[in-house]
């Protein structure tokens, strides 16, 4: 037996679940991931993976001290349960006394968002402010808030869900039946869905010309030719950085915290978002920035924030 | 010397300062008021009325274990400091040095709204449950959130702002400059403004007919007519629960708490507000009630809130 024990950090993902195998000093030893199926499925690929990493790593699976996952939907920490998630059609499955029958070690799971927020907290750019709130930008928008290092599951792990704070009342319809919620105005769908409009209605703009459908379009090529110059890819890109600021400012004046983190592709484009953004939550902020300024920063894990997470999470919340 | 050490539990408010005198085992002693005058006046007023609640009560000032104040404006509990308030022309004013300059005991203070939610937690309608929003309904939207037992003040003490939470982009102007803030639509202040301009152009409500100008109406007035039934009155609540559920939302969804606690002089309407308000809420949170009830409560200590919580913000923040 080595002198560690181990830890797993699980990032359940829509496509793919990600491991880390951690030493309990914040080294990751190895990785690996698997296709994302069924709830059904899920538990056996992960002992399978789990017994996996430990083998590759000649390591043997009793110096497991506990596992962390990050789970997408609606997750209860206190109960190990998946309560609802559409990505793994699962609805009250008791995930962790599942996994537990298989290997019987410490495991605390939470939502995917509120686990990658922990992860970009101690492992990232929140690693020396107190509060932060972490934003994802992607098919929807969802948000990790941590306070005095701890997050903020709420009710049954079903808080935190900043996506669906509405900015526009009778705006657009948003998924979860209410209209005008951040998500529907922020996320990178949002953005997409209004340059599609927008080029149709403008079929001279260099955008329109980019693509020979407007399914084509894609982040990728939208930013290309806002970076470009095109007028009409401008207005889509300044409407959206509008709502998102609404949205920050709303969470700055709620939370106040050290810093708003932005995570998701949209995120990593850098400049072009974040200096109009940090602008306008500078002028739109409760008190102007006059008492205590809210810092707008970009994820630093990346893609990593999840397992990192996961990994902080089982260190941190188990004992 | 008696048995007991004792607190002090201050709530400034914008017209009147309330002390209460508190043992170590939660029970006031005794109370008194002073008016508000401007911070600087504050400190020696608050000297004095300390030292005439001992003396009232046969107590040595030696026997003051601790201080709470409740401030009305952003205020650094960090630093003891006024970073800003409104109603008391203070701007960067070390309250807390200044008391101790003359009552040397120590002193924790925070914003009013936050040490009423504190209060309303430990010794109302909270003192059950983990997590509460309390929401206040007066000129503006105040807000105070307990998370497991701790204010969430934010960084330097500027949080919690819940009254400036967009819910409706380029909607109604606010005094902080944005546009569409939750409290230019559930304050009491709304309320009766709507009220007015409604009346105006429906000279024939019973809403118009209870006053002899739009200046008289008052929410005792407006609440009457709208008991009696008035389609115009009713049409104007209508709204305002709309909008008031809106925000409230909101908050049950990036918090989950267990309850959301109204206070503030509308809230004490009782089931005329409640009940609508319960059921829309029901209605738009996310996922619906399936997972987790927010119970939507009214205030228990009401107007006492303050002090209680300046109370137990001295038990439990000074040690």
């Given amino acids: 037996m080595g002198d560690y024990m181990y830890y797993v950090g ?3 993902g829509g496509t793919s679940v990600k491991l880390g195998l951690f030493d309990e000093v914040d080294n990751i030893i190895s990785r690996v991931n698997f296709k994302t199926k069924t709830i059904e499925y899920l538990v056996d690929d992960l002992v399978k993976n789990i017994h996996k990493l430990f083998k590759n790593n000649n390591l043997d699976i009793k110096e497991l001290k506990g596992i962390g996952i990050g789970f997408p939907g609606h997750v209860d920490g206190e109960t190990g349960t998946v309560v609802y998630s559409n990505n793994l059609v699962a609805h009250n499955f008791p995930v962790v006394k599942k996994i537990q029958e298989q290997i019987n070690v410490p495991i605390r799971i939470s939502n995917d968002a509120n686990v990658a927020a922990l992860g970009e907290y101690t492992y990232g750019k929140g690693k020396d402010v107190n509060n932060i709130v972490f934003v994802t930008l992607g098919t929807g928008v969802g948000g990790g808030i941590i306070i005095d290092g701890k997050m903020l599951e709420g009710k049954n792990g079903a808080g935190a869900e900043i996506g669906h704070m509405v900015i526009s ?5 948003c998924s979860c039946g209410r209209r005008g919620c951040f998500e529907t105005y922020a996320s990178a769908s949002a953005l997409i869905r209004n340059a599609r409009v927008a080029m149709c209605n403008n079929p001279s703009s260099k955008l329109c010309k980019a693509v020979k459908s407007p399914e084509e379009l894609n982040g990728e090529i939208f930013f290309d030719v806002l970076l470009k110059g095109d007028k009409v890819a401008n207005v889509v890109f300044e409407n959206y950085i509008e709502d998102l600021a609404e949205g920050l400012t709303n969470l700055a004046n709620i939370f106040r915290p050290d810093a708003i983190i932005l995570g998701g592709g949209i995120s990593y484009r850098g400049d072009v978002l974040m200096e109009p953004l940090q602008l306008r939550l500078g002028k739109m902020i409760y008190g102007g920035q006059w008492n205590a300024r ?7 894990l990346k893609n990593d924030a999840g397992i990192y997470g996961a990994y902080a999470m089982a260190k941190s919340y188990l004992k």
């Fill in 294 to 300: 809210v810092e707008l920063m970009i994820s630093e």
């Fill in 10 to 12: 699980v990032d359940v």
């Fill in 169 to 173: 009342t009778n705006g657009q319809l």
